[in-house]
């Protein structure tokens, strides 16, 4: 009996669930038409938090009746659909107009991070669109650092091998997402043709008072350098979190101690440079 209850629990559960995310995709696709999607940037920094060295592209989407939607509640249903493909067209083509305006306001020299969706990089004409859309905005693929999950490259590790190298030979500078939290298949980490590895938060947020996650960030950095790859640490939220990365020789840090996501605009108030004349 209990049992039985408990199926009919979920599958009112389940048919409610697939009706919101039928309201989401429904309004998804109307927003995409209406420019309802805004890019946040959050600074990335050397570890000395000296020197600014990119910005990684947030999105943020403002509901017409619900206001401000976080992406975690949108992107999977974006990716079911088959959405996330435009959606993902859109932050590029944003990136690269917000490009062209931070380097209006001097910040010359940063590069510019995109979450890419597996659903994305698995296309055959990923490149090819991604290429398309720069030179419509007349931006250079040196501008970019693709940030691409493991889940992207896992499940046929060959052919992702191959896309990886083909981005990298445009231009684009590609790291590793989210590291830690999938398969992290550590024999693949070298063979991939990327330039960065990013700990995942959640080894990052109680550095302090776990000695496993301490294990498991030093054991990463150290194994990224010894494979020549930068690493940067997300989601540093403390002075101690940040003095250990530093300790460790992590590379760059991401977080909220040094700079939380913002819309572009203040990005550029925050990190416009006089330009020399
Ligand atoms: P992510 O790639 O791991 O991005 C970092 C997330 O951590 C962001 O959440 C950021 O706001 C948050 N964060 C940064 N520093 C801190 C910190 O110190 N403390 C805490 N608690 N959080 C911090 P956000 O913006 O909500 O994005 C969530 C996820 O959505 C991203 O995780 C990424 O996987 C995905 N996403 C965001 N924008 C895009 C996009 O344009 N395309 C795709 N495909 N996915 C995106
Ligand atoms: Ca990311
Ligand atoms: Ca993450
Ligand atoms: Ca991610």
């Given at each position: 009996?209990?049992?039985?209850?408990?199926?009919?629990?979920?599958?009112?559960?389940?048919?409610?669930?697939?009706?919101?995310?039928?309201?989401?995709?429904?309004?998804?696709?109307?927003?995409?038409?209406?420019?309802?999607?805004?890019?946040?940037?959050?600074?990335?920094?050397?570890?000395?938090?000296?020197?600014?060295?990119?910005?990684?592209?947030?999105?943020?989407?403002?509901?017409?009746?619900?206001?401000?939607?976080?992406?975690?509640?949108?992107?999977?249903?974006?990716?079911?659909?088959?959405?996330?493909?435009?959606?993902?067209?859109?932050?590029?083509?944003?990136?690269?107009?917000?490009?062209?305006?931070?380097?209006?306001?001097?910040?010359?020299?940063?590069?510019?991070?995109?979450?890419?969706?597996?659903?994305?990089?698995?296309?055959?004409?990923?490149?090819?669109?991604?290429?398309l859309i720069?030179a419509q905005h007349?931006?250079?693929?040196?501008?970019?650092?693709?940030?691409?999950?493991?889940?992207?490259?896992?499940?046929?590790?060959?052919?992702?091998?191959?896309?990886?190298?083909?981005?990298?030979?445009?231009?684009?500078?590609?790291?590793?997402?989210?590291?830690?939290?999938?398969?992290?298949?550590?024999?693949?980490?070298?063979?991939?043709?990327?330039?960065?590895?990013?700990?995942?938060?959640?080894?990052?947020?109680?550095?302090?008072?776990?000695?496993?996650?301490?294990?498991?960030?030093?054991?990463?950095?150290?194994?990224?350098?010894?494979?020549?790859?930068?690493?940067?640490?997300?989601?540093?939220?403390?002075?101690?979190?940040?003095?250990?990365?530093?300790?460790?020789?992590?590379?760059?840090?991401?977080?909220?101690?040094?700079?939380?996501?913002?819309?572009?605009?203040?990005?550029?108030?925050?990190?416009?440079?006089?330009?020399?004349?």
């Amino acid at each position: 009996d209990d049992g039985r209850n408990t199926t009919r629990f979920f599958t009112r559960e389940m048919k409610a669930k697939l009706q919101q995310n039928k309201e989401i995709l429904t309004d998804l696709a109307e927003s995409l038409t209406q420019d309802h999607f805004e890019l946040y940037y959050q600074p990335l920094f050397t570890i000395d938090h000296k020197t600014l060295v990119g910005a990684e592209a947030l999105i943020r989407w403002h509901h017409p009746d619900k206001g401000m939607i976080p992406p975690d509640k949108f992107i999977a249903v974006a990716e079911q659909s088959g959405l996330i493909n435009e959606l993902g067209d859109w932050v590029l083509a944003q990136a690269c107009r917000d490009i062209k305006n931070f380097v209006n306001a001097g910040i010359l020299d940063i590069k510019v991070a995109i979450n890419i969706s597996p659903v994305q990089f698995k296309r055959k004409d990923f490149l090819q669109q991604m290429l398309l859309i720069l030179a419509q905005h007349d931006v250079s693929a040196n501008c970019i650092e693709l940030e691409i999950t493991e889940g992207a490259v896992m499940d046929n590790v060959d052919q992702a091998i191959d896309m990886m190298q083909a981005l990298h030979d445009a231009g684009f500078q590609l790291a590793m997402d989210d590291f830690g939290t999938g398969y992290s298949s550590l024999s693949y980490l070298k063979r991939f043709p990327i330039q960065k590895v990013k700990i995942d938060r959640s080894f990052i947020s109680d550095l302090e008072n776990d000695d496993d996650n301490k294990s498991i960030t030093t054991a990463i950095i150290q194994m990224s350098h010894s494979l020549g790859l930068d690493v940067l640490a997300e989601g540093v939220e403390t002075k101690a979190q940040l003095q250990y990365l530093q300790g460790e020789k992590c590379d760059f840090v991401q977080g909220y101690y040094t700079g939380r996501p913002m819309p572009a605009s203040q990005f550029i108030e925050t990190f416009k440079r006089a330009k020399d004349t």
